[in-house]
């Protein structure tokens, strides 16, 4: 008991003593800083601080960081790249300032690239739609023509021996040829070809150069193409046409498809029959009635076609070119042999079948009603 009692007397005294000591401003500071002194740590065999050692950690992080963005960056394969055009300015990206004039040159740069590529774009778009309706051709057209052309072996026509290419002398002058050729193809309009071939060779007995024909006498030349269609109107166009070949072409007739057509009387099939006959050069379809309206029957244009014109422009957008110039005699024959205007003989057709118009008539549909009484 007596030990216990003396501890708890030195207890008392050393507290007693403590309570006694002053506490002053210069302890606080000592002791904060103590507190806060940078604490050691121990790295790679010496003594860091630990703003140091964070430091390191930062840059291993870094290159940590550095190293996994070089594995991450390899080469990209050939679907992976961006395509980029050739001659597009990648330094026309960059910010520039307002008052620069440069951006506005690279802006304009930039912009030529994209507009050129959608211009490429409806071009190519255009084309593809041009290619479209250039593949247009009438079915089984081919077969068609094949059987016409057994048919015009089978059967004679007038314009195979009376034609416009028959009419001309053979051994003339070149310049008197193709002239001869022009006044033939002028007389055949509206007009048999028997009529027409007869008028022509009335013609060449008579003289038929341009000089012969500027001194005749219109009274003349009106008996000599007499009864050619239209005949009073056909003088007054071979005496101005012929004129105008004497004064502006030398005697000869003009080379080129646009000039024939500019002559009085002349129009785009007779020009194509003269390119065809007197120039040996064909520039497109000669189409008269016989080809408009076989070509309508067959089903040989898109959608019907009312002027011989019309059916032009259509047939030579899918025909062959090497099927121009013969085509006109070829369905002229046969227009007048089988596929007449009125009364064809469709049952003696090989196309009857393949015939649009040749099936209306075999099941009655194009058969004309009879009135009712």
Not at 89 to 118: G, H, Y
Request: hydrophobic letters at 30%; a positive charge.
């Amino acid at each position: 008991m007596g030990d216990r009692k003396a501890n708890m007397r030195t207890l008392r005294s050393r507290a007693a003593v403590k309570a006694e000591v002053p506490i002053t401003t210069d302890s606080v500071e000592t002791a904060t800083k103590s507190k806060i002194t940078k604490p050691k740590v121990k790295a790679q065999g010496k003594m860091v601080s630990v703003t140091e050692n964070v430091k390191v950690k930062k840059q291993s992080v870094k290159s940590k960081i550095k190293n996994e963005l070089e594995i991450k960056s390899e080469p990209l394969c050939d679907d992976e790249k961006p395509t980029v055009a050739d001659d597009y300015n990648l330094k026309s990206q960059k910010p520039q300032r307002k008052n620069s004039k440069s951006p506005r040159k690279r802006k304009l740069i930039e912009n030529d690239a994209v507009k050129t590529e959608k211009v490429v774009k409806v071009e190519s778009a255009r084309e593809s739609i041009q290619d479209i309706e250039d593949i247009w051709q009438p079915e089984n057209w081919r077969v068609v023509l094949d059987n016409i052309l057994k048919m015009r072996k089978m059967y004679v026509a007038p314009v195979d021996s009376l034609g416009c290419e028959e009419c001309p002398e053979k051994d003339v002058k070149p310049e008197v040829f193709r002239y001869q050729t022009l006044i033939s193809v002028m007389l055949s309009s509206q007009t048999r070809d028997e009529v027409t071939f007869a008028a022509t060779q009335r013609l060449i007995e008579h003289g038929l150069t341009v000089d012969s024909i500027l001194a005749t006498p219109d009274e003349k030349i009106g008996e000599l193409i007499y009864p050619a269609g239209f005949w009073k109107s056909k003088i007054r166009f071979i005496k101005n046409t012929t004129q105008i070949l004497k004064d502006q072409y030398n005697g000869d007739i003009p080379r080129t498809f646009k000039e024939l057509c500019k002559l009085p009387g002349v129009g785009p099939k007779m020009a194509n029959i003269v390119m065809s006959v007197a120039w040996n050069d064909t520039v497109g379809i000669a189409v008269d009635t016989h080809v408009h309206r076989i070509s309508n029957r067959l089903g040989w244009v898109p959608k019907p076609t009312k002027e011989p014109e019309e059916t032009r422009k259509a047939l030579e957008k899918w025909l062959p070119k090497d099927e121009w110039r013969p085509i006109n005699l070829t369905l002229v024959g046969f227009g007048q042999t089988i596929c007449r205007p009125v009364g064809p003989l469709c049952e003696k057709c090989l196309n009857s079948d393949l015939c649009p118009f040749g099936r209306s008539v075999k099941s009655g549909k194009n058969k004309k009603k009879k009135p009712s009484k």
